[in-house]
């Protein structure tokens, strides 16, 4: 994949941090940086997806659904005892 360079602007402590960080994980200030914004991008991914989930099972159970959930409610009660063997 080819490298672009790129200037960005962030806060001093933040830079220091990031340098300290980079040089304990033993990998360049570059690399560090690729690495942090691929994990957030992932991130930020996976909560679209859990957002887009919690959107489409929030909904209102549907018509049928609440039947299916009563005819079994009305099977098992029906059927506490019988042997599950």
């Known amino acids: 994949m080819p490298i672009i360079k790129t200037g960005i602007s962030i806060e001093k402590e933040l830079f220091i941090k990031a340098e300290e960080t980079a040089a304990k994980l033993n990998v ?9 914004l691929e994990n957030y991008m992932l991130q930020i991914e996976s909560m ?8 489409v099972y929030s909904g209102q159970v549907s018509e049928d ?21």
């Open 48 to 55: 679209s997806i859990f957002n887009r989930l919690n959107k």
């Open 28 to 36: 360049s200030r570059s690399r560090f940086f690729q690495l942090a």
């Open 65 to 85: 659904e609440q039947n299916l959930q009563k005819i079994m409610k009305d099977y098992l009660k029906n059927h506490r005892e019988d042997d599950w063997q």
